[in-house]
């Protein structure tokens, strides 16, 4: 167990069902055993249903808050996992849409793995951005003002004063996480 990132504070962001378990859990717990201290909100709060392959139901975690009570000002970078539909859920999600303006706008990390980015572009942040994301959201983040799309385990994005941190699938989780901590060390 290492401290690397004592003192550093990340919040993950999930719908409460349609997760996909490993973007998740994976990378919540490689942040915690590196000394972070880690939140997950969901929209309603409480319990969110995880699923493998976005069809086969897994386990149930608890998330410590709703989104509503939250505040970037709080945190030092933003994690959104994926699975189909709970980023479906969350792009329309209000809240969810505010805390990525308040991350972007205060020029912190925000993290997105799989379909996640699809809540970037609900909440006005993807242009100029360049990313990566499940192949089926290649489309939606370029008609949205992407700067570009890259095929690569894991894309790191300074534009527009904020690091976008972003991978493809579950695949990817080791270099994501790796990158994430990273970031939040050199933060």
Same mark, same amino acid.
């Given at each position: 167990m290492s401290n690397q990132l004592a003192g550093k504070n990340v919040l993950f962001i999930t719908s409460n069902t349609g997760i996909e378990r490993d973007e998740l859990i994976k990378p919540l717990e490689a942040l915690k055993a590196q000394g972070a201290s880690v939140t997950h909100g969901s929209s309603e709060g409480g319990t969110a249903q995880t699923f493998v392959q976005d069809t086969e139901k897994d386990r149930t975690v608890e998330s410590q808050t709703a989104l509503a009570g939250l505040k970037a000002s709080d945190f030092d970078a933003l994690v959104i996992p994926g699975g189909?539909? %709970?980023?479906? $859920? =969350?792009?329309?999600d209000e809240n969810a849409q505010r805390l990525v303006k308040e991350f972007a706008d205060a020029g912190k990390v925000i993290a997105a793995i799989c379909h996640g980015p699809w809540l970037l572009i609900n909440a006005g942040v993807i242009a100029g951005k360049t990313l990566t994301s499940y192949p089926s959201v290649k489309l939606d983040l370029e008609n949205a003002g992407a700067a570009g799309?890259?095929?690569?385990?894991?894309?790191?994005?300074?534009? %527009?004063?904020? $690091? =976008?941190?972003?991978?493809?699938?579950?695949?990817?989780?080791?270099?994501?996480?790796?990158?994430?901590?990273?970031?939040?060390?050199?933060?």
């Open positions: 189909t539909v %709970n980023a479906d $859920t =969350l792009r329309l799309w890259v095929d690569a385990e894991v894309k790191q994005c300074q534009a %527009n004063g904020w $690091t =976008l941190i972003t991978s493809r699938t579950p695949d990817d989780i080791p270099a994501f996480n790796e990158a994430i901590a990273a970031a939040l060390a050199g933060a």
